[in-house]
């Protein structure tokens, strides 16, 4: 019996994102997911949208049949 699991090279938030302090944010996301740790990750609202910025996660947690990442904006794209 095997466990799904996706790989994602990129942070997809859908607008449900929560903002834990200053440029730290909570994102908890339905299934298990595996993302890369600790190295720079494209941030969009959704797949196919505008680069919000970049982020580095830096907590990775499995429970429950979601996976909650926590994570750092590096940096934020901005149209101004």
């Known amino acids: 019996m095997g466990m799904p699991l ?17 440029n730290f944010f909570q994102l908890i996301k339905d299934g298990y997911r595996l993302y890369p740790m600790h190295v720079p990750l494209e941030v969009r609202k959704t797949i196919e949208g505008e680069l919000k910025g970049t982020a580095e996660i830096h907590r990775l947690e499995w429970r429950d ?16």
């Open 65 to 80: 049949q979601a996976t909650i990442i926590s994570y750092e904006l590096k940096t934020l794209q901005s149209s101004n």
């Open 6 to 22: 996706e790989m994602n090279t990129m942070i997809v938030t859908k607008g449900k994102e929560v903002r834990q302090q200053e």
